[in-house]
């Protein structure tokens, strides 16, 4: 605790703030790109999970599960090692998307696949009486009226993906956290643990913190809505019902 009123130690960190800053740069790119990949995962094996046939049931199901029940520190070291040993190394940024992007896109199944359970059936068979096909009706029918079902806890699931690139430490990666490690104990900025982690953890913050409360302020936004809609119908309704 020494070092974090030291003053010798702070003005270390500043003097190289651009090893944090390349940090959170290199983190940000990989959450972004991880992000894209979790993305498209999640909704391919979110329609499957939905599409009524057992055989992408079961792939989908097959797939969340054992993302899911997997720690994502073992996924990102077998996929680094393995790799490495055939010779075909991808690198450690291009490795931590893939395998970042593998894992949340199993989480993001199960936010599409919620989101769209939870419209009502009308809707599915309102589509099918007009004729339209399976993607047809996703596309212009049910995943529009998902969207604000999807999103709250789709960002809270962005939140995680960022704080979750600091796994990458285990594999000696370019995140925030590697680099923080690599600061600490180099030969000529080591010893200032606890103003550089006190920076890394600030940064994490100044970007989680937001997309967290964004999430909160959305999904409690979306919950009043509903709430005031089921309000004005109940009180047309008794309004019918009194006449």
């Not at 003053?7 to 992000?35: D, H």
């Not at 599409?112 to 309102?126: D, L, N, S, Y």
């Not at 699931?157 to 594999?171: G, R």
């Amino acid at each position: 605790m020494d070092s974090l009123f030291s003053i010798t130690a702070w003005e270390k960190v500043w003097t190289y703030r651009s090893t944090f800053l390349l940090g959170l740069y290199n983190t940000g790119r990989m959450a972004l790109f991880a992000l894209l990949l979790s993305m498209i995962l999640g909704i391919v094996f979110g329609l499957m999970a939905t599409s009524g046939k057992k055989a992408l049931e079961g792939i989908s199901r097959i797939y969340v599960e054992l993302i899911q029940n997997t720690p994502l520190i073992l996924q990102l070291c077998f996929l680094y090692y393995a790799l490495a040993f055939t010779g075909r190394s991808l690198g450690i940024i291009v490795t931590g998307i893939i395998a970042l992007g593998v894992y949340h896109g199993a989480y993001m199944a199960e936010v599409v696949r919620a989101g769209i359970g939870a419209i009502p059936k009308g809707q599915f068979e309102a589509a099918d009486s007009q004729g339209f096909h399976y993607m047809e009706k996703m596309y212009y029918i049910i995943l529009p009226q998902s969207i604000k079902i999807i999103l709250p806890p789709m960002v809270n699931q962005v939140v995680n993906l960022v704080k979750n690139t600091s796994c990458l430490y285990i594999i000696g990666g370019a995140d925030l956290i590697s680099l923080t490690y690599s600061f600490v104990t180099g030969a000529s900025t080591g010893g200032a643990y606890a103003p550089a982690y006190l920076v890394s953890g600030l940064l994490f913050f100044a970007v989680c913190f937001p997309l967290s409360t964004l999430a909160s302020v959305w999904e409690n936004s979306l919950k009043k809505r509903d709430q005031k809609t089921v309000d004005t119908g109940k009180g047309i309704t008794d309004g019918m019902v009194a006449k």
